[in-house]
């Protein structure tokens, strides 16, 4: 177990983070204002079973396996801005074929809602920053009385809780925001189209990011 006396500036600093402008703030923010507080808690809970794995791969020593070996980060970072250029494609794709209709087929509106939770968890878990950061941050609030291997565990576990419930305040704040959005201007509309261009930019950022 982690000393009780660090957890206090471990959970202040863990939430500084979580609060700070990213790729998953960006994406609960949309989802949130665009189809409702739901969806955002899909995303969240997408983001929150990556963190839980990112925190097993730090356990069982790939985040330093990644700082040793570049070409990996390399390629896991070309891989997750494929994945999110192919998404941005397909959202503005859709949006082109259906920006005419007032309606969207039930069967596609039950698989959108689905593959939220799949988007959150990708989006988070091929960006290589975040493993690495994982290992770098957890490792500084362990000690040398037990194994190194629970303390990141417990660790883990909390910072991805801890994040999991802020992204749920962001996800209510923005689902409530859009309502007010919503009665002013046709978003809902053309949210495909606003996402796919939100999609496109990620990969673009993370493409080209040091």
């Known amino acids: 177990m982690p000393e009780l006396t660090i957890l206090p500036l471990f959970l202040i600093t863990t939430l500084l983070l979580a609060i700070s402008p990213g790729p998953d703030l960006v994406l609960i923010s949309a989802y949130s204002s665009g189809q409702g507080f739901k969806s955002g808690v899909r995303l969240a ?110 660790l883990g576990a909390l910072l991805s809780t801890a994040v999991l419930f802020v992204n749920l305040i962001f996800a209510f704040s923005f689902s409530k925001l859009g309502k007010v959005l919503a009665g002013r201007f046709r978003l809902g509309h053309h949210f495909d189209g606003v996402l796919g261009a939100l999609f496109l930019a990620l990969a673009a950022r993370l493409a080209t990011s040091k």
């Open 45 to 154: 809970l997408g983001i929150f079973i990556a963190g839980i794995v990112q925190t097993l791969a730090v356990a069982l020593g790939l985040g330093q396996f990644m700082q040793q070996f570049p070409p990996i980060v390399t390629v896991i970072k070309l891989l997750g801005a494929l994945y999110l250029a192919w998404l941005g494609v397909n959202m503005l794709k859709s949006w082109w074929l259906n920006k005419h209709t007032t309606t969207m087929n039930t069967d596609n509106r039950e698989n959108a809602k689905r593959g939220i939770v799949l988007k959150g968890f990708l989006n988070n878990l091929m960006n290589p920053k975040a493993l690495l950061f994982f290992s770098v941050f957890l490792v500084q609030f362990t000690h040398g009385n037990a194994s190194l291997t629970s303390q990141i565990l417990v």
